[in-house]
């Protein structure tokens, strides 16, 4: 991983630094003042930060530094983190959308699909979208993200980032799921009742759980609505275990930073989840 960011990481630096100038480079690479931290103290301090959510003063003594040394480091690593795309067992990485539903068409996979959200800081009383972020099924400031896996619970993809207040499907048809599903007609994806609509579109291509009965209907009905709901539920699962796969690194149990960073911070665990995963 050191080797595969170094490359990344030193011309962003580099690009940065000419910014900053205003010309190219006068001397030679190493001269000046010694770095406080080599790019692979760097790398090890950003995955404390994202699988324990160490204190940045903590790892700031143990690698006596300044606590902004150690601040700037996980912010200059994370991003190259979130872009590195989502490992898969065939070898290319996913990055989008796209990518993930040309794979699922092109190995006969049938994508899970679902959403989830993390507690976030309240934004600051006066501020625009302040409701925004109140989930009506949490009752908590919220920020939702949806996560596709295949069968085996591997992640493939988080994305669809937005404040709690706005439904999965809304986000999804926004990131545009719809034409997706049209360019991939042989794409499958298991999803919950809350993507009804999707499935109304496209009923050859989403399964979700069959509507309840009536109340007056015979006991064959609603055992047969029982057994598929069961059938739908334990083949979507699948989804929920990578959800709570992500949901183990400690900042994304409850997300105490600027909210703006919340979704580089997901991505960057998932497509570390998902190096892991490949390997199943």
């Known amino acids: 991983m050191v080797a595969e960011l170094a490359g990344p990481w030193q011309a962003r630096r580099e690009s940065a630094l000419r910014e900053r100038r205003g010309r190219d480079r006068l001397r030679a690479e190493g001269a000046g003042h010694p770095r406080g931290l080599v790019f692979t103290d760097r790398v090890l301090v950003t995955l404390?930060?994202?699988?324990?959510?160490?204190?940045?003063?903590?790892?700031?003594?143990?690698?006596s530094v300044d606590r902004s040394t150690i601040s700037r480091a996980v912010a200059e690593v994370r991003p190259l983190l979130a872009g590195r795309g989502y490992a898969t067992p065939a070898g290319p990485r996913l990055h989008t959308l796209a990518d993930v539903f040309a794979y699922a068409a092109a190995r006969g996979i049938t994508l899970r699909i679902d959403g989830s959200e993390i507690q976030v800081r309240r934004?600051?009383?006066g501020r625009p979208g302040r409701r925004a972020f109140v989930s009506g099924k949490k009752k908590q400031n919220t920020l939702k993200f949806t996560k596709i896996s295949d069968e085996r619970g591997r992640t493939l993809w988080d994305g669809a980032f937005r404040p709690g207040r706005m439904h999965d499907q809304t986000a999804l048809q926004t990131d545009g799921i719809d034409d997706l599903l049209e360019q991939f007609p042989d794409a499958q994806a298991e999803m919950d009742s809350g993507y009804r609509g999707l499935r109304r579109d496209h009923p050859g291509q989403v399964s979700v759980p069959p509507l309840?009965?009536?109340?007056?209907?015979?006991?064959?009905?609603?055992?047969?609505?029982?057994q598929a709901r069961h059938a739908q539920s334990s083949a979507r699962i699948c989804v929920e275990h990578a959800i709570a796969g992500s949901k183990h690194w400690r900042p994304l149990q409850r997300w105490t930073g600027r909210r703006e960073n919340l979704p580089e911070t997901i991505r960057a665990i998932g497509s570390l989840v998902s190096d892991r995963a490949a390997t199943w």
């Open 123 to 125: 934004p600051a009383a």
């Open 212 to 226: 309840k009965p009536r109340k007056n209907a015979p006991a064959e009905a609603v055992a047969a609505w029982e």
């Open 48 to 63: 404390a930060v994202l699988r324990l959510s160490i204190p940045h003063a903590a790892l700031a003594v143990l690698y």
